[in-house]
């Protein structure tokens, strides 16, 4: 692999910074765990979106740029690298906007991708249940056909910011005779359909991050279905296959923090240097960082070949989420007892700290994911 850009990449990396340097908020946008802080992230991504670089990589006609893969790289640096919002309909732009340009319907392409893309629509997650989480293949929320509708019943648990959000996505149990992954369908719910309750649950940091989602006789129609009937766990593996690849977490994300924790180090090097290790521990999370672009960087080139990632995709969540905890570890420990203080300007440390907290679990333990690996990667036995 050659790392050289094109003249057409460099000014797109050009186009890119230049807008972000005029655009950016004044002031960093509110938290989108609070209802202020998502309405004021829903008005950045109509920002980002009138200027067509809200999905860069989806087609034109469906609200994006029609960029490939490298190019999807570009902007994340650029953006990653300028400071910019978080990015608060990642579920729905990130994880089911890929799905449905995978199985959806042109009909569900036209009717959703935009709106996504605009975030008008905002979308939640619902897959999990109290009695299943990493083992999504025991849920038991059920979806009777009855005519051209579905009739859902049950409960899903940890959405994140279901409670802000328009619409959810989830599997449901439409055969009532099948177990573990047969009969399942992949819907999509408005969250303001009759029947739905949410009840918000508090995160570490006390904002409404997670909600539980309740589903008595909701009615949502058959069109709502991707893919087909009873084979939603297919689709499903495609979702979680973009949720621990590449596009969830790309590796400009965790360059930006890499880069801000050396900075931080710098400017606390005297009682950091009260640990030896802090110093060689903070140039290796630097260079993890970096390997995990490169390695990013050779993925894309893999998939512009045409070729697939699949279960590989589970190291790549491992990488990213032990990353994060690690480089938010360090960051904690560099400012000592100054970082649990709030509302300072190393605040964002703690923050992203208790967020890390949860990287080895959603989107599938960790442990799931080296069972993964062993299995299908490696040839080992079924423990």
Known sequence: MELIYT????????EVRQWLAQHLPAEPLQSYDTREGFEQHRAWERQLFDARLSMVMWPTELG???CDLIEWLIFEEEYYAAGAPMRVNQNGQLLLGPTLMEFGTEAQKNRFLPAMASSEQMWAQAWSEPNAGSDMAAISSKAVRDGDDYVINGQKTWSTRAIFADWCFGLFRSDPQSSRHHGLSYLM???DAPGVTIRPIKALNGKEAFAEIFFDNVRVPQENCIGEEGQGWKVAMATAGFERGLL?????????????LVQLYLANQASADRDP??????????????????????????LSRGEKIGAESSINKIIWSELDL??????????GPQGELTQTQ?????????FAQAGPIYAGANEIQRN?????????PKS
């Open 326 to 335: 690690a480089m938010h570890q360090l960051a904690m420990e560099i400012l």
């Open 248 to 260: 969830l977490r790309s590796p400009a994300r965790f360059q930006k923090t890499a880069r801000d």
């Open 189 to 191: 719910v408005p969250l």
């Open 346 to 354: 190393n605040s964002h440390w703690l923050e992203g700290f208790l």
């Open 277 to 302: 290790a802090i110093a060689s521990r903070v140039a290796k999370v630097w260079s993890d960082a970096q390997a995990y672009a490169l390695s990013a960087y050779y993925t894309v080139g893999r």
């Open 7 to 14: 003249p057409k990449q460099q000014a797109f990396r050009t």
């Open 64 to 66: 994006g740029r029609g």
């Open 372 to 380: 993964i690996i062993a299995e299908r990667m490696l040839g080992l």
